[in-house]
């Protein structure tokens, strides 16, 4: 259940920081059009060199949604409906008020009580949804690694078994270590916001179903006594709102971001007959920099984010 309140009142805290964020990025960015690869989800791909169906040799080099990118954007629909259909108008203290116990409203609160738990269950999936995209955490990656004034790392590449070599990190870790906190002295309320919405223990309970819902409270089953990163043993209703209203917003903004970059680069693009500059950090075949020419269409987003393109 969202409440149109509360989400106002983070979204007006946190486009604030997001603003922060882009401008910071423009002036601490070492190539103009960095950022733009961000956007444009810039990434190298060495499956080229088995293609035999092309009739030329193919740049390993390349930008487009990729297989992440259209995972994304179903993932973005379906968070799009839930918040349309299911933001109220109530305020989160009138709802609270209007389910504090009595004999005579017990009926009436149990199936307040009820709704809310399977809608909370709806939130946990769209929760994952958001903390398991690998297109949200590579550009977010990428945004915080600009914001210090790092390059755009073409070879970013996540994790997803032990037995990889040179990859980035693991979700977690890089949400935790190579996000959030690089945001902690430049930005601390972006930082605070990756604290309050992020939890490893919480996301993993979602993900394998070790949870349980009783009264007005969400009973963690993975807590461990000794592990640091899974101290929590519940969360109340109350706090389930707090982190999944600003996990959205956050969400939210992301998607405000790429948009207002979308459109930056689209107006610098018409000023330079649909061509922009970039910068290729190579490995392959070897450790060099290269500075190409993109050719784009005068608006981003036509015929950008479509396919996969090489440069």
């Not at 914001?147 to 949400?175: C, N, P």
């Given at each position: 259940m969202l409440?149109?309140?509360?989400?106002?009142?983070?979204?007006?805290?946190?486009?604030?920081?997001?603003?922060?964020?882009?401008?910071?990025i423009v002036k601490n960015?070492?190539?103009?059009?960095?950022?733009?690869?961000?956007?444009?989800n810039a990434f190298y791909n060495p499956d080229v060199h088995n293609w035999d169906n092309t009739e030329q040799k193919m740049s390993p080099y390349m930008f487009g949604l990729n297989h992440e990118g259209h995972s994304e954007n179903t993932h973005h629909s379906f968070i799009g409906q839930y918040i349309k259909h299911n933001t109220s108008s109530e305020t989160l203290e009138n709802h609270?008020?209007?389910?504090?116990?009595?004999?005579?409203?017990?009926?009436?609160?149990?199936?307040i009580n009820f709704d809310e738990a399977i809608s909370i269950q709806t939130e946990m999936l769209i929760y994952l949804k958001i903390w398991e995209s690998d297109t949200f955490i590579k550009k977010f990656f990428q945004l915080a690694n600009l914001?210090?004034?790092?390059?755009?790392?073409?070879?970013?590449?996540?994790?997803?078994?032990?037995?990889?070599?040179?990859?980035?990190?693991?979700?977690?870790?890089?949400?935790r270590t190579k996000i959030r906190d690089r945001f902690k002295q430049s930005i601390p309320r972006l930082y605070d916001a990756f604290k309050n919405t992020y939890n490893f223990q919480i996301r993993n309970s979602i993900a394998h179903s070790q949870y349980s819902i009783l009264g007005r409270s969400i009973l963690l089953n993975n807590y461990v006594k000794n592990d640091p990163y899974s101290q929590l043993r519940k969360q109340s209703f109350e706090e389930w709102t707090e982190r999944f209203h600003e996990t959205l917003v956050l969400y939210t903004l992301y998607h405000k971001l790429l948009d207002v970059i979308n459109d930056n680069y689209g107006i610098v693009a018409s000023q330079m007959e649909n061509s922009l500059p970039i910068r290729i950090s190579r490995k392959d075949p070897k450790e060099e920099i290269e500075y190409r020419i993109?050719?784009?269409p005068t608006k981003v987003h036509h015929g950008f984010r479509t396919k996969v393109h090489q440069i």
């Open positions: 409440f149109e309140e509360l989400l106002n009142k983070k979204y007006g805290e946190l486009i604030i920081e997001f603003d922060k964020l882009h401008e910071l960015q070492t190539h103009d059009s960095d950022l733009l690869l961000a956007h444009l609270l008020k209007n389910i504090v116990y009595s004999e005579e409203k017990r009926k009436e609160i149990d199936q914001s210090l004034g790092f390059s755009y790392d073409w070879h970013y590449k996540l994790q997803t078994t032990s037995r990889e070599k040179g990859a980035t990190g693991t979700r977690d870790v890089i949400i993109m050719n784009i």
